[in-house]
């Protein structure tokens, strides 16, 4: 019996009777991190790391949850337990299991590069290692976060220089604080939709020094927006809430944004392609870390990851979850069909194979 299973509630560690991420209501949850997709309402208790208490009180309003700090450990019912950085959303936590000198590490979402609102991945060395492959595909690579920082910029200061609001729409929890946090606040005022500044209020509360914004429903009707950027939830495209900016530019920060044909079909004025899930590059390197002979990949392009780790001599499946790739919440209008309609269905150029590396 392998330490950790798939059963119709989630992931479920038997000896240690307590489920990671499950969707259906458990007694005891051991949670990676708040995208809805891993934190389902519903559960007895909650476990989530102590980084990431204050997302999850305001995203599981009444919850019973206990926290721990990163690399503290817990006994469950003989069973060790320990939380390690994801590096994906402030609190996200890899889940470490150790049982009867067996070792699985359960990472949730997770991405490699740098991210000034959470902690950075840490790899845990494991016998068996459950990942996501949200862009597992070769073709996902991502540039340098300063770079795209500045573009974000440059595209502000020149929306500025013709009086035309931006507005950037970004997933309510992480994208939208990393954007916050990363670009140069100073360019102009900074205003929000109220599913961001819900979550940037949980950030700040985590200590995070996110700069000065305001919510747009604050405003008074007639407020000129013309040296503004605007962060709003992907929900909030086409929607009649972006009518009182007047003339505005709207861009789409997301890893989706790097394939042209998914640009095209959001109808943005731009894509900054950011993510805040490995690119092909960084999950190569994230799993091999782990050292790990038996790898299960979760959810995003798994059968070309498994392929590859095959070929590479790693022992490697697909564990069928109902985790979703892209962060989306009911929450925030963003379910994680939007996020993926019109991504899976063609992701790449035809005619190309998107697992040739
Ligand atoms: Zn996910
Ligand atoms: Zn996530």
Redesign the pocket.
Same mark, same amino acid.
């Given at each position: 019996m392998p330490l950790i299973t798939l059963t119709p509630d989630g992931l479920y560690c038997e000896p240690g009777a307590f489920h990671i991420d499950p969707w259906r209501p458990v007694a005891r949850a051991v949670i990676? @991190?708040a @995208?809805s997709?891993?934190a389902s309402l519903g559960h007895e208790h909650y476990l989530v790391s102590q980084a990431g208490e204050h997302v999850a009180r305001q995203r599981l309003p009444g919850a019973s949850i206990q926290t721990a700090r990163y690399g503290e450990t817990l006994d469950m019912n003989g069973v060790r337990v320990s939380l390690h950085p994801a590096g994906?959303?402030l609190g996200?936590a890899q889940v470490r299991v150790e049982h009867a000198g067996e070792v699985w590490v359960v990472s #949730?979402?997770y991405k490699v590069q740098h991210d000034p609102t959470c902690d950075a991945f840490e790899p845990v060395r494991c016998d068996t290692f459950v990942t996501e492959s949200t862009f597992g595909l070769p073709i996902y690579r991502w540039g340098e976060p300063r770079d795209l920082f500045a573009e974000v910029d440059a595209w502000w200061r020149a929306n500025q220089a013709v009086k035309r609001a931006s507005v950037v729409y970004a997933y309510a929890? #992480?994208k939208a604080q990393r954007l916050l946090m990363s670009i140069d606040a100073t360019i102009g005022p900074i205003y929000t939709h109220g599913a961001v500044e819900s979550l940037n209020d949980a950030y700040r509360a985590s200590g995070l020094a996110l700069p000065p914004t305001q919510r747009v429903a604050e405003l008074p009707k007639g407020h000129d927006y013309s040296r503004a950027l605007i962060v709003a939830p992907p929900s909030a495209q086409s929607s009649p809430w972006l009518r009182r900016f007047g003339d505005y530019a709207d861009a789409f920060a997301s890893g989706w944004m790097q394939i042209r044909g998914v640009r095209r079909r959001r109808a943005v004025d731009r894509g900054f392609t950011l993510s805040? @899930?490995a690119d092909w590059p960084g999950l190569l390197s994230a799993i091999s870390a782990t050292g790990a002979q038996h790898v299960y990949v979760t959810h995003g392009y798994t059968d070309p990851l498994v392929r590859w780790l095959r070929e590479h001599g790693v022992d490697a499946q697909t564990l069928s979850t109902k985790?979703t790739g892209?962060?989306g919440s009911a929450d925030t209008g963003t379910s994680a069909d939007e996020a993926e309609s019109g991504v899976r269905s063609q992701p790449y150029e035809p005619g190309s194979d998107p697992t040739a590396s």
């Open positions: 990676t @991190h @995208h997709d891993h994906h959303v996200s #949730g979402d929890l #992480g805040d @899930h985790f892209e962060e």
